[in-house]
């Protein structure tokens, strides 16, 4: 097993390489009746595509999504058929001539070893399977998750840290990510930012960041107590990005520093006489359900592995050399990871809801 699929009953297997002719993801478990056209999925992958400012890799790819199954238009529209949907990106701009120093030699950092150690072959340009290019099979997947959430279930990131400089909790604003190159998750930070950034571009090296996921709309309920807790599968889906090192949902590590009464969300009844929760250090989750709060997490990103500087390493043949990457990279990743933290919960979420409705929403005499 490759384990190229995730999800349970909302199951999303990519398939594809960085530098193959094309690559694409198959949505499986997506219910019957909702319009879906390739419009609905491409401004969630124009977001993530590269080469849209100098911050981002210079590969020119257009991402133009197909959908080449799993929909039909009856004359009112294209519409979901339940059956399985199958989504196509075509690669246009590789440089596989980039990647020819490396072709036996593993970069630092990067998963050449482990990939070659497991498999004993490895696709060299750009990583092959193993490149952030399949990350655009996940945006163009969780497009398709959005609309099966609909438009109450409101999912929105955006960079909040950037090597040692930090937005703070009270400024974040979700609203700005929008516009400005760096997802950044405030407007005032954008300039000092962008010159920092472009330090560490010319210098032919890279930085690590930190975003935030912020979800609101969900309702009470989703999720399981034990092995399908909704904190851990939105951590493994966020932890299955390319590059991630980190997550953590709520307070997260910060709760290891708070005494009992600081980190218990306290409640008082609503004017509906519901519970009104007065702080949300639980990230929106409790035993692994949803609590009806804003879902928050934090996600980790390290430095891009590819940069400039000259880099120990070994090769293939058991020899000692060094190694200096060519080809265009991102000076910090997670930038463009700002749609695909996005489009991983979006999924993860979907896949919560369905399993919600097929297991409680639905009464027993009515599944059978």
Known sequence: MSHNTFGHLFRVTTWGESHGPAIGCVVDGCPPLIPLAEGDIQPWLDRRKPGSSRFVTQRREDDQVRILSGVFDDGAGPVTTGTPISLMIENTDQRS????EIARAYRPGHADYAYQTKYGVRD?????????????????????????????VRIRAGV???GPHRITPDAIDFDAVEHNPLFAASSEVVPAWEAYLDEVRKAGSSIGAVVALEVTGVPAGWGAPLYAKLDAELAAGLMSINA????EIGAGFE???LSGEDNADEMRLGPDRAPVFLSNRAGGVLGGISTGQAITARVAFKPTSSILTTRRTVTRDGAETELRTKGRHDPCVALRAVPVVEAMAACVLADAMLMHRA?????FSQQY
């Open 160 to 162: 909040v840290q950037i």
């Open 97 to 100: 001539k980039d990647y020819g």
């Open 255 to 257: 709760a290891a520093e």
């Open 124 to 152: 060299h340009r750009g990583g092959g399977r193993s490149s952030a290019r399949e990350t655009a099979c996940r945006v163009a997947a969780g497009a398709v998750a959005r609309l099966v959430l609909g438009p109450d």
């Open 359 to 363: 297991q409680v929403d639905a009464p």
């Open 244 to 247: 991630a090192k980190g997550v």
